[in-house]
Nanobody, 114 residues
Framework: QVQLVESGGGLVQPGGSQRLSCATSGFTFSSSWMHWVRQAPGKGLEWVSVMHTASGTTEYADSVKGRFTISRDNAKNTLYLQMNSLKPEDTALYLC???????WGQGTQVTVSS
């Protein structure tokens, strides 16, 4: 059974940093494309970043490029999203998803506000 569990969200001030985690099980994490996606209040899903966990290949949405860094620990089957220089418009529910968007976590809320 595939499971993805996000954690690490919370309230952070503008300009601050936050690190999200996505713990996974039930599939071969170490050779998968893994995504971060977010949903701001009242808006649709926005793709944030993707990583191939074997090659380390990454891509980012223009809105987060240079501020967010996706990474992984294959020994722990865990995906991360380091978010720096956070802005109020980064406020959203952050979800991780497996390649093909076949499986999703429940999400972790990040609120950027003073």
């Amino acid at each position: 059974q595939v499971q993805l569990v996000e954690s690490g969200g919370g309230l952070v001030q503008p300009g601050g940093s936050q690190r999200l985690s996505c713990a996974t099980s039930g599939f071969t994490f170490s050779s998968s494309w893994m995504h971060w996606v977010r949903q701001a209040p009242g808006k649709g899903l926005e793709w944030v970043s993707v990583m191939h966990t074997a090659s380390g290949t990454t891509e980012y949405a223009d809105s987060v490029k240079g501020r967010f860094t996706i990474s992984r620990d294959n020994a722990k089957n865990t995906l991360y999203l380091q978010m720096n220089s956070l802005k109020p418009e980064d406020t959203a529910l952050y979800l991780c998803a497996r390649e093909g968007f076949t499986d999703w976590g429940q999400g972790t809320q990040v609120t950027v506000s003073s």
